[in-house]
């Protein structure tokens, strides 16, 4: 597959995350990491597996898979890649490509536990409910940004895996934030 990501606007780190879906109990489900405290940026969130591009990765494809070995270990050859998404560029400055990808499931996955305390795995069908959707004002390096959210049974996710999220969404016809959010 070919590179077809954007260049990143000045100043914002090319990175790239895998959309891991796969079908359990008869439903479209997703798969996300938490992140540790003891990484750099975005400590203890909820996420897609990826990370910046090396210098070595062919492109962000390759850096999307290589990250989610890393990080779980799911081998590239047991990833069927679906498409693309829409980049996401954060306050943190990065320019995440996110790639849907189908996986296998059940998997042996293995974390690695410096970057990844634990998975969680929702149903599409569970962020389709708008009422557990909001958006609300952030604060980040002095600038305020209304950010997306959406909160379940304690656990919240938001930023630009929410924003990932909600383009995922949108792909298969579904809206169920009515606000926007900063992009």
């Not at 990833?79 to 679906?82: D, M, N, Q, S, T």
């Not at 919240?156 to 895996?161: E, K, L, P």
């Given at each position: 597959m070919e590179d077809?990501?954007?260049?990143p606007p000045e100043g914002l780190l090319p990175a790239a995350v895998l959309t891991p879906v796969f079908e359990v109990e008869g439903q479209v489900s997703l798969l996300f990491t938490q992140r540790t405290m003891f990484l750099k940026d975005h400590r203890g969130q909820i996420s897609f597996p990826g990370g910046v591009r090396d210098p070595g990765d062919a492109d962000l494809l390759t850096t999307a898979l290589?990250?989610?070995e890393e990080e779980i270990?799911?081998?590239p050859e047991a990833?069927?890649?679906?498409g693309n998404l829409q980049?996401?560029?954060t306050t943190t400055g990065y320019w995440i490509n996110p790639f849907v990808a189908l996986i296998p499931y059940p998997y042996d996955f293995r974390l690695n536990h410096h970057?990844?305390?634990h998975l969680l795995i929702f149903p599409l069908a569970a962020f389709c409910v708008p009422e557990r959707w909001s958006t609300g004002p952030y604060r980040y390096n002095?600038?305020?940004?209304?950010?997306?959210?959406?909160k379940y049974e304690g656990t919240?996710?938001?930023?630009?895996?929410a924003r990932v999220l909600l383009d995922l969404l949108s792909g298969v016809g579904e809206n169920p934030l009515s606000q926007e959010c900063e992009h």
């Open positions: 077809y990501a954007p260049a290589r990250e989610t270990g799911l081998r990833v069927e890649i679906l980049p996401v560029a970057e990844v305390m002095d600038q305020i940004i209304q950010v997306c959210c959406w919240v996710i938001w930023g630009a895996t």
